[in-house]
């Protein structure tokens, strides 16, 4: 299984992010990304990225255009797309919606699905909060039953 590490302060802007949105009734989405060279199997998250997303209260889309200036993003800074997560307005389930509209479509990637538009989630209770789920090589996303073997936050001098 894939290990992720993520910064305190990546989780802290992502969740600011999704109840910024959360704030205008509507979902939002956020990627994590990780150094290109870095180990498949042990990613080091670095940064959460916004991207340009159209958002309802109970759906996302990224367009095309925001695609294409993700993937100059990535390319400009050396980086690879590791994980992305986003908020429902209320539980949080991966939705067929979330399976077909998904970012990330590597074997092994993470999705994190964060309820209450994380009205209530901060970097502390992230875990317990959010659903983890990763793709499997079936192309199947599969919620996670033990995060701690998948996902770690770590302090940020230690990134
Ligand atoms: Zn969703």
Known sequence: MIRYTCPHSVVADTLAHLRAAGRWNKECVVLWLAPRASSSDAPPICAAYLPLQEARADRFRIPPEGMS??????????????????SHPYEAFHSIADDDWAVVR??????????????????????????????????????????????????????
């Open 69 to 86: 200036t993700l993937m100059a993003h990535l390319r400009a800074h050396k980086l690879r797309l590791a994980a992305q997560v986003h």
């Open 106 to 159: 590597r074997e092994g990637g993470l999705s994190v699905v964060v309820p209450d538009f994380a009205s209530h989630t901060t970097p502390e209770n992230f875990v317990s909060d959010a659903k983890f789920y990763h793709l499997t090589a079936s192309d199947r996303w599969l919620e996670l039953e033990i995060i701690s073997a998948a996902f770690e936050i770590v302090d940020d001098n230690r990134a």
